[in-house]
């Protein structure tokens, strides 16, 4: 996979992390769980996961780490760290966790 086809996934990614922010920012009292957009990198992804809410927070405290449905992940930018039956979490690698760290809407 060539860098510019790496660093348009992970921008990709980033701005659907960005709309689940305002998914969360719009749910004050959210309950158990939370529906919000997978994050893979795909144009024409669309498709709604129900992330329980402590996952979701602990996903976000970690800049590089993204809510993909199961199968999502391209092995080329990013590394399964857990499963959640039928979501996973992934973590960006290399340049494309430096633009995920780079555009993290809770950076610290």
Do not use: W
């Amino acid at each position: 996979m060539d860098e510019l086809r790496k660093e348009r996934l992970a921008i990709n990614e980033s701005l659907y992390r960005n709309v689940n922010e305002g998914i969360r920012a719009g749910q004050p009292d959210p309950g158990q769980t939370l529906a919000v957009r997978c994050e893979c990198g795909a144009l024409g992804c669309n498709r709604l996961m129900d992330v329980p809410y402590a996952v979701y927070e602990s996903v976000r405290a970690h800049p590089r780490r993204f809510m993909l449905l199961s199968g999502h992940d391209v092995p080329e930018v990013e590394v399964v760290v857990e499963r959640h039956g039928t979501f996973d979490i992934v973590e960006k690698l290399g340049e494309t966790g430096d633009i995920a760290d780079a555009t993290d809407p809770r950076d610290r």
